[in-house]
C-alpha cells in the first residue's frame, strides 16, 4: 500500500556549476543560469509504502507526515534561495533531481511506520522529477 502527501513551496533558486566557465553554464542551463537567479511554485508529494495498520486502518497518518514533511522540508525552504540559505542544501546545485535527493536524505530517517517509498517534485506545470532512492545506500 502506498500512500502520498502533497505540499507546496515557493522558492528562488539560479543552476550553476562553479566548477566550470560561465560559457559553460550559460549553455548547459540557459536562462536558468541567469545571475539574479529565479522563483518557482513547487509542489512536493512524498509517498510512503508499507502495510495498512488493523488498529487505525492507516499505513502512516498523512496529518503526521505533513508535519515531518514541514519540519524536514517545507519549513526550511520556503521564500528561500535555495543556492545560499539552506543549511542541508549547500554546495548542491538545486536542479529539480538534486533537490529531490536531497529532500529524501532529509525525509528518510524521519519515517518510521512504513518507509519512504517516492518523492515527487513538481518545479512548473510542464516539469517535475521523481526519486525512489535509486543512488542512496542501504
Ligand atoms: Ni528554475
Known sequence: MIVSARLTFSAAHRLDNPKFDAEWNRRTFDKCNNPGGHGHNYI??????????????????????KEIMRERIVDRVDHRNLNADVDFLGGINPTAENLAR?????????????????????ETEKNSVVYRGEDEES
Open 44 to 65: 512536493l508529494q512524498v509517498s510512503v509504502r508499507g502495510k495498512i495498520d488493523p488498529e487505525s486502518g492507516m499505513v502512516i497518518d498523512l496529518a503526521k507526515l
Open 102 to 122: 536531497a529532500f529524501w536524505q532529509q525525509l528518510a530517517p524521519a519515517i518510521t511506520q512504513g518507509s519512504l517509498y517516492e518523492i515527487m517534485l513538481q
